[in-house]
C-alpha cells in the first residue's frame, strides 16, 4: 500500500518552454501532497505543500507564478515549470500522505514518488 | 532558523563492519524525527521517532531519539551491499495548521565494499 507515481521519470525540454509533472497516489487518497526539489549532492529542499482543493503554500524563495501546483483530486497533483531555464535542472520529487480505507496514512511519515528528473537545454 | 545537520556527510565500509550514523537538529515545534534510504531515486522510509530513549528496530537497523541532546543516531550492524545509499534525517514539524512539514538534512552517503 501506499504508492506514489510520478510521471514522466525524465524530461528534457529547451529553455523558455513549460513542463508539466504529475504525481499520483495509486491506493490511497492524498489530502496532503509536498513536492521537493534535489539539486546533485543535496538533500530534498520542501518547495511547496498542497492540500486537496486549496491553494498551495510556497516555502519562501520558491517563485510560485514560476511553479505552478495544482492538487484538484485527491489523487492527483500537478507541478508546472513554466518558462524553465537551465537553473531549474534538478530532480523533482513528490510525496503524498492521507487516507487509505478510512485510515490516516502518514502523519509526518510522507510516501514519496520515484522522482523527475528535469533538463532544460 | 530550523535546520537538521547529518554526520558524517560520507563513509566508506566493509561488509560485516557496523556503521552508526548521527543527526542532530536545531528546529522549532519539533513533532517527530524521520529516517530515510534513499538508493537511486525516491527516498523509502525507515523509521519514525518521536519519544527519547525508545529504540526502534527493524531487523540490521536500529534508531533512537534524544530529545535533551536533540539528536538521533540510526545503526547498521552486519552491514552489506545493498546497504549502500544516501540515508536522509528529516524532522517533521507543525506549524500551526494541520500541515506537517518535513525539514530535511544533507545525507549521509554510505558506500559498502565487499
Known amino acids: 500500500g501506499a504508492v506514489v507515481s510520478q510521471h514522466p521519470s525524465r524530461v528534457i525540454c529547451k529553455s523558455g518552454t513549460s513542463v508539466k509533472i504529475e504525481c499520483r497516489s495509486l491506493?490511497?487518497?492524498?489530502?496532503?501532497m509536498f513536492w521537493y526539489r534535489q539539486f546533485p549532492k543535496q538533500s530534498l529542499m520542501l518547495m511547496a505543500t498542497s492540500n486537496e482543493g486549496s491553494k498551495a503554500t510556497y516555502e519562501q524563495g520558491v517563485e510560485k507564478d514560476k511553479f505552478l501546483i495544482n492538487h484538484a483530486s485527491l489523487t492527483l497533483s500537478t507541478l508546472t515549470v513554466t518558462s524553465a531555464h537551465p537553473e531549474d535542472s534538478s530532480f523533482y520529487i513528490c510525496s503524498a500522505r492521507g487516507l487509505a480505507g478510512g485510515r490516516s496514512l502518514g502523519g509526518y511519515e510522507q510516501y514519496f514518488g520515484p522522482g523527475t528528473r528535469l533538463t532544460v537545454t | 532558523e530550523d535546520k537538521v545537520v547529518q554526520s558524517p556527510l560520507s563513509l566508506v565500509v566493509h561488509e560485516g563492519d557496523t556503521v552508526t550514523l548521527n543527526c542532530s537538529y536545531e528546529v522549532t515545534n519539533f513533532r517527530s524525527l524521520l529516517w530515510y534510504k534513499q538508493e537511486k531515486k525516491a527516498p523509502t522510509f525507515l523509521f519514525m521517532l518521536t519519544s527519547s530513549g525508545i529504540e526502534k528496530k527493524s531487523g540490521r537497523l536500529s534508531s533512537i531519539l534524544d530529545k535533551k541532546e536533540l539528536f538521533s543516531i540510526l545503526n547498521i550492524t552486519a552491514t552489506q551491499t545493498g546497504d549502500s545509499a544516501v540515508y536522509l534525517c528529516a524532522v517533521g514539524m507543525n506549524y500551526g495548521g494541520a500541515t506537517n512539514k518535513l525539514i530535511f538534512g544533507t545525507g549521509t552517503l554510505l558506500a559498502v565494499q565487499p
Open positions: 491506493d490511497f487518497q492524498a489530502t496532503t
